[in-house]
T-cell receptor
């Protein structure tokens, strides 16, 4: 088994601020993901990474940067926080299976962002 | 393009009843389909997946889902339901991203299930 940890658990920022969220996994998984979960909506993919130093944009990458410097960690930066923004950011990881990604994803507990 | 629709935002039923949560998808190729569950205050957990083969797949916690290609559906079922099944359930489709070589998971908006004792 393994675990995904996300820090911080709660993040409060000011409008225009640059904010960084961190994710660590000890599954030894190749692929890691960042999703945004808004109330009443499904999860939307922000960025994903199939290996160390690889970055791929998802549907919602505008306004975000990501970094994968180690296999076990994946960071997400909100480049300029939007006023009244509230969302949960979920990190996930999965094992690569022969180049076809139908392996299940394991999710972290989330970081809840509030922008004042 | 790929999409997932969960038409019921909220489903309420009594403990002991049978539950069926609906999911339909749109995708031009063979789909890989998943169900995830999010219990209150927790993150998402994998329940089951359909890749190929038997159209009825069994997962954890007594759940099963049936893949029907004829109407592009992948409904989640359990009988009987228990109050502890109260949670938000997400259907997801894994498909080729932007016609390239990378796959991505597209989630539905979720169905909030409430099972009353």
């Amino acid at each position: 088994g393994g675990i995904i940890t996300q820090t911080p658990k709660f993040l409060i920022g000011q409008e225009g601020q640059k904010l960084t969220l961190k994710c660590q996994q000890n599954f030894n998984h190749d692929t890691m993901y960042w999703y945004r979960q808004d109330s009443g909506k499904g999860l939307r993919l922000i960025y994903y990474s199939i290996t160390e130093n690889d970055l791929q944009k998802g549907d919602l990458s505008e306004g975000y940067d990501a970094s994968r410097e180690k296999k076990s960690s994946f960071s997400l930066t909100v480049t300029s926080a939007q006023k009244n923004e509230m969302a949960v950011f979920l990190c996930a990881s999965s094992i690569e299976t022969g180049g076809v990604y139908y392996a299940e994803q394991f999710f972290g507990p989330g970081t809840r962002l509030t922008v004042l | 393009a790929q999409s997932v629709d969960q038409p019921d935002a909220h489903v309420t039923l009594s403990e002991g009843a049978s539950l069926e949560l609906r999911c339909s998808y749109s995708y031009s190729a063979a789909p890989y389909l998943f169900w995830y569950v999010q219990y209150p205050g927790q993150s998402l957990q994998f329940l089951l997946k359909y890749i190929t083969g038997d159209t009825v797949v069994k997962g954890t916690k007594g759940f099963e889902a049936e893949f029907r290609k004829s109407n592009s559906s992948f409904n989640l079922k359990k009988s009987p339901a228990h109050w502890s099944d109260s949670a938000k359930y997400f259907c997801a489709l894994e498909g080729l991203l932007f016609g390239g070589s990378n796959y991505k998971l597209t989630f539905g908006k979720g169905t909030l299930l409430t099972v009353t004792p």
